[in-house]
Nanobody, 124 residues
Framework: QLVESGGRLVQAGGSLRLSCSAS????????LGWFRQAPGKEREFVAS????????YYADSVKGRFTISRDNSLNTASLQMTSLKPEDTAVYYC???????????????????WGQGTQVTVSS
């Protein structure tokens, strides 16, 4: 089970850190991805990280502003978001899969487990 937290209302230009926690003891065997879904839009890829945290991938729209990381000892993953823009407003979801991720692992259907999401709202 994945649980996201950290979403809130923030002003444009601000920063926010989202967390994804899991109770699964085999957390370190899962690759993780952050996705987001704005009203009326499809769920879109934001960032991903492999099970060992060595390889990370980002959507072009967040590259240089967002950083994904994980701490397998704590069964948590994070998404540090800086220079937030109104277009970053969405529900953010954490997804997990047992297989590694590569640059092209960006489709929601490639992730098998999901959290309930956390709302991020960026005001202009």
């Amino acid at each position: 089970q994945l649980v996201e937290s950290g979403g809130r209302l923030v002003q444009a230009g601000g920063s926010l850190r989202l967390s994804c926690s899991a109770s699964e003891r085999s957390f370190r065997r899962y690759s993780l991805g952050w996705f987001r879904q704005a009203p009326g839009k499809e769920r879109e890829f934001v960032a991903s990280i492999n099970f060992d945290g060595v390889n990370t991938y980002y959507a072009d729209s967040v590259k240089g502003r967002f950083t994904i990381s994980r701490d397998n000892s704590l069964n948590t993953a994070s998404l540090q978001m800086t220079s937030l823009k109104p277009e970053d407003t969405a529900v953010y979801y954490c997804g997990a899969r047992r297989l590694e991720v590569v640059r092209t692992t960006i489709r929601p259907r490639e992730y098998y487990y999901w959290g309930q999401g956390t709302q991020v709202t960026v005001s202009s």
